[in-house]
């Protein structure tokens, strides 16, 4: 430090002369003083400083009043010192070593700082602050007059507030969670609109295992941001809200923590992908189109969505599921699912509201700082997911507005959907991909019961097995309840099984039902589609029961039911919408026979129906589905010449006679 005189700027104005105050003079004179000071080594004039000590309010006698000040000042400086003021140009220069100001040092010292932290070096950083900050003594230029000093005083006490922050976050670098949480408290209570101030305070909070408090602060902050400025938080505060979210602060251990001690809570990683298949038989192809798909929007910078539909029971969960685990390393940020129930009246399909509330609980978000509506939780969804690189599997979605809140915002992320619907909106407004499973070939059906049954098993009986795949549709469900029937009972000949699916006693879908689960029912499965239908599409599919082939044309099935062609196709194209039917070309159609069965069925159900008295309002049971108003031909009460029976068939009432006709026909 400067042996000779030395000036303080950094609270009151003083002046010392070789260690001791030789009086800086009144107030005016001390605001020459800072005047000069601040602006040492370069000339200031007469009327800047009349300027300086008054502004506009400078009385006449205001030149011979600065002079005189610095008369005073000459004295108290002595004529043997290093520091001096000379008249220059009709103005006045302070020449002083450059360490004798406070303030200088001031600047020095926190530059080493900086350059301490740069390097790592935080104990060293955090001294040389410490050391920096002791300088002051209180409000820089504290009783100095006149506009001038106002203005200085408002720089300095921002070099100061930074100096402080600074500090802080030094210690909390350091792990000083705790402390630093105390000192940032106060200060923003003292500067509640400093967004730096609020960043430090909720990282030390968070560090300290208050998540909670640290949340509470940053929606405090946000509020009187937008309540008094109109703005929203800065970039840099909403992402230390959006990484204290989503728990990816990787902070420091506090050095007074119990060695072991955790630093922080533990990220909010979430893996909640449904167990996969130990094999995917026959979808390579779209296999490799989901990982292209991947690939590509990776490449893009872009969100990655696909949709996944097909038959009820072609095996679209397991599909999605399956093929969700083999991309699960390029999302090392998590997987998340849902199943959004979106396939038929018996349960509801699920709030996007209450989808996203399990989602950003997943991501470490407390209930209770949760938004209220679902476009407020879709908002801090997307923020928590930006820069992250997510897979979300949405399993049986209803439709596009079901799942457009569940969908990332930022490029990294993939989303695969399943849906019994087509997904229109989806594909146009997002750009999905779409794919369509079909049921297995051949081929991939006989390696599907080989991998099960094994090998040995499958060879030994290759007509028997034929014969299952057939009677199964090649629909996986159906062959994986044969496979799992046949698992149970290894000394029973595939053929003696294949004849117990084909005794005539037992309906076509009788072969595949499960008493265990539901969901591995094939006619539940195809039941939770045909739910789906509206009336009119609902009486044309029993109607096409009476078709004699799997394949047939809008004219045929138009002729059939005496309907208009018109409205024949577009029921077709809804039923081609939920996937109950293919369009094999232009105005021409297909069905699997498992679905051709469920036909049958559903047409003997309404024709027992119709035979019923008509129930009160207040009889429980299940109601039957209206038929369409529109004048069709009923498959139970066509003539004989449409109906004609086959050989060694019975026109029995209840569909029996169709059912027998279908299982002909298939």
Known sequence: MHAGVQFSVLGPVRLHRHGSEAGAGQPRQCAVLASLLLRAGKPVSLSKLVDDVWGDEAPPSAVGSVRTYVYRLRQALGEQSDSSVSLVDGGYVLHIQRDALDLNRFKETTARAREARSTGDLESAASLLAEGLEMWKGVALAGVPGPFADQQRSILGEMRLACVEEQLACEVDRGHYAEAAAELSALLVEHPLRERVCGLLMTALYGAGRQSEALTIYHTTSHLLRQRLGV????????????????RFQLPQSNDRPKGAPATPPPHVPAQLPAALP?????????????RLAADAEASSSVAICTVGGLAGVGKTAFATTVAHRLADRFPDGQLFADLQGAGPEVEP???AQVLEDF??????RVED?????????????????????????????????IKHLLPGSPGSMVLVTSRMQMHALVAAYQALPLTLMPLSRTDARSLLARRLGAARTAAEPEAVDRIIRLAGQLPLALANVAARAAYRPQLRLASLADEYEAPEHSTLDAFASDEDRTLDVRESITRSYRLLDTETAA????????PDPMFAASQVADLAGRPERRVRQALSRLTRAHL???????????NR????????QAGQKFLDQGKPTRSRGEQGPAPVSLSQAPRGDVATASSQDRAVPEGGHALPGGTLLRERADQRV
């Open 594 to 601: 498992l679905v051709a069965a469920y036909a049958v069925e």
């Open 279 to 291: 094999s995917l038989v026959g979808r390579e192809r779209e296999q490799e189109q989901v990982e």
């Open 370 to 402: 949760m938004p209220e509506t679902t476009q407020g939780r879709g908002l801090m969804f997307r923020a928590l997911l930006a820069n992250r690189r997510v897979l979300v599997l949405l399993d049986n979605a209803w439709n596009t507005d079901q």
């Open 232 to 247: 929203n938080p800065s970039p840099e505060l909403q992402q230390v809200h959006e990484r204290i979210l989503s728990g």
């Open 350 to 352: 699920r709030d996007p």
């Open 540 to 547: 044309l599919f029993r109607d096409l029961s009476a078709c």
């Open 581 to 591: 039917v293919a369009e094999i070309g232009p105005g021409r159609y297909s069905w």
């Open 360 to 365: 950003l609980q997943s991501l470490g978000v």
